[in-house]
């Protein structure tokens, strides 16, 4: 019964992790596994930063936080980054994210709960045949 | 990477040169002047820079008819490129950029209006030429830096993605407060 829950929080994850690519236009990826006590139940996806999507700059940010009983996130702290155009995205993403709410008769751990964001580019191949031709009619 | 050519950042590079040379053209005289010494030249640029790009061109012109020297001729030249980029006349602008180029090679906005025809153009190498030329004159030109990312689109076109890493153990929470 319980691993039939955690698959469907997982799938519920998936989805609202989906819906938020969508709307950044970035594409991603989320690795769970069992070693954490919380399941997530919204993942936000942060925005990847324009500057930093510009300059072609690309980052990690770790974010450890606390998950209350109701799942949500408080005491959102940077744990290490490397760039920090991506903490404020990464620590906006976690403040929207939220789990699933602690089971009746279980206790909080008092654990701190960690996420890293990955942000990666990509190179493309785009080809773009008739824009140019486009802009030099008058 | 839904755009290559960023119209608004081109717009901004357009306004950043223009901002610059009408400022150019105020500042260049020690003499005590009440009002620019050359109001056409002014006045267009305040067009050009208010979007009327047709009026900002007819007041350019004239300006450059009556420009009285190098610097005048060269302001007004600079803002004509810009001018003809904004109305996408790219031939025209580059001719006028070429002539600035070809009295002054230390001008960096229009290496960087050049630049920036190039980049619309697809004459990338030539747009990168240009940019090393303005950014080794004015390293921290934001104008420059316009375009130096609108030719990275155009070069290395990236796609953002974002990997959200839950498999960390959690850590123990040693947090005094």
């Not at chain 1, 938020?20 to 069992?34: F, I, N, R, Y």
């Not at chain 2, 979007?51 to 061109?57: A, F, P, R």
Request: charged share 25%; aromatic share 6%; glycine share 6%.
């Amino acid at each position: 019964m319980k691993t039939r829950f955690r698959a469907a929080v997982v799938l519920i994850c998936w989805l609202f992790a989906a819906a938020g690519a969508a709307e950044d236009d970035s594409d991603v990826t989320h690795l769970t596994d069992d070693t954490g006590n919380r399941m997530p139940l919204r993942t936000v996806v942060p925005v990847y930063p324009e500057r930093a999507l510009a300059d072609r700059i690309e980052g990690e940010v770790q974010v450890c936080f606390n998950v209350d009983r109701e799942g949500r996130t408080s005491r959102i702290a940077v744990r290490r980054s490397s760039n920090r155009l991506f903490e404020k995205p990464a620590m906006l993403a976690i403040r929207g994210s939220t789990y699933a709410p602690l089971p009746q008769g279980e206790e909080l751990s008092g654990i701190k709960t960690c996420r890293t964001f990955r942000f990666l580019l990509d190179p493309v191949a785009i080809e773009v045949p008739d824009e140019l031709s486009a802009d030099v009619e008058p | 990477m839904k755009m290559i050519f960023d119209h608004g950042a081109y717009r901004a590079c357009i306004v950043g040169c223009l901002c610059l040379s009408a400022a150019g053209v105020l500042a260049q005289s020690n003499t005590t002047i009440l009002g620019p010494s050359n109001p056409n030249l002014k006045y267009g640029a305040d067009a050009l820079l208010s979007g009327d790009t047709d009026e900002g061109i007819r007041l350019t012109l004239m300006g450059l008819e009556f420009a009285r020297g190098a610097r005048e001729r060269q302001t007004a030249k600079s803002n004509l490129c810009a001018g003809y980029v904004m109305l996408r006349e790219y031939d025209t602008a580059l001719a006028y950029c070429d002539e600035v180029l070809g009295e002054n090679d230390g001008y960096w906005r229009a290496y960087s209006n050049r630049a920036l025809i190039y980049v619309k153009l697809g004459r990338l190498e030539d747009a990168e030429r240009d940019l090393q030329k303005g950014e080794a004159i004015s390293p921290s030109s934001r104008t420059l830096k316009a375009v130096r990312r609108m030719l990275l689109d155009a070069t290395n076109p990236v796609s953002p993605t974002i990997i959200i890493d839950d498999r960390r153990s959690p850590a123990r929470d040693t947090d005094e407060d």
